[in-house]
Nanobody, 122 residues
Framework: VRLLESGGGRVQAGGSLRLSCTAS????????MGWFRQAPGKAREIVAK????????YYADSVKGRFTISRDNAGGTLYLQMNALKPEDTATYFC????????????????WGKGTPVTISS
């Protein structure tokens, strides 16, 4: 399975972006999905994740109320709507999938995209 992120770019603080992550193969709906980010010189961190049918979601405290994760299982696409963007949101954003929602991002049997850069100017 190959994951391909898109939608990154450069916007001013306070603006919005919507990231997308498409899967190259079927069975998208069996996987928990998540968005992670890594800023230069910093460790990768989780941004948000969503269970395979979208029933459960989790957000990092730093993005709660500003970002929304969603998924379209029929279309094999994961989304991240990012509003009220701040300079500290600048990072490369990655999507990932795992059969286990609880441990997504902890390693193991996961698939990762190559990332899309997001730059927020002040």
């Amino acid at each position: 399975v190959r994951l391909l992120e898109s939608g990154g770019g450069r916007v001013q603080a306070g603006g919005s972006l919507r990231l997308s992550c498409t899967a190259s193969a079927g069975t998208f709906g069996i996987y928990a999905m998540g968005w992670f980010r890594q800023a230069p010189g910093k460790a990768r961190e989780i941004v948000a994740k969503i269970s395979n049918r979208g029933v459960s979601t989790y957000y990092a405290d730093s993005v709660k109320g500003r970002f929304t994760i969603s998924r379209d299982n029929a279309g094999g696409t994961l989304y991240l709507q990012m509003n009220a963007l701040k300079p500290e949101d600048t990072a490369t954003y990655f999507c990932a999938q795992s059969t286990t929602y609880a441990t997504l991002g902890a390693g193991g049997d996961e698939h990762w995209g190559k990332g899309t850069p997001v730059t927020i100017s002040s």
